[in-house]
Nanobody
Framework: QVQLVESGGGLVQAGGSLRLSCVAS????????VGWFRQAPGKEREFVTA????????YYTDDVKGRFTISGDNAKSTVYLQMNSLKPEDTAVYYC???????????????????WGQGTQVTVSS
């Protein structure tokens, strides 16, 4: 089991920045990838970015490339999502999720991720 706790959400004006944190505990040695997803009201949960836990390889959806940066601190079992140049359409609940080693599936879909945090609200005003 892996437990995840997100923090750092809030209300920000368009063009502003926020940094989200995701702290993992439990069987962190089993982590293969950590992803960030978001879900806006009335919409499906969508992939934002992911990082390979050991190699630090990163992946982004086109909407956030150049604005968002994912990074990890293995010593602290923490993954960060730095969000710059925020837009109103970035408003959503942001979730971090863990894809454990040995699970297969498409990285940019929710299906292979086994553990999820409770989510943190990000609201961008225009």
């Amino acid at each position: 089991q892996v437990q995840l706790v997100e923090s750092g959400g809030g209300l920000v004006q368009a063009g502003g920045s926020l940094r989200l944190s995701c702290v993992a505990s439990g069987r962190t040695l089993s982590i293969s990838f950590v992803g960030w997803f978001r879900q806006a009201p009335g919409k499906e949960r969508e992939f934002v970015t992911a990082i390979n836990w050991n190699r630090a390889t990163t992946y982004y959806t086109d909407d956030v490339k150049g604005r968002f940066t994912i990074s990890g601190d293995n010593a602290k079992s923490t993954v960060y999502l730095q969000m710059n140049s925020l837009k109103p359409e970035d408003t959503a609940v942001y979730y971090c999720a863990v894809l454990p080693a040995g699970r297969s599936g498409l990285l940019r879909t929710t299906q292979p991720y086994e553990y999820w945090g409770q989510g943190t609200q990000v609201t961008v005003s225009s």
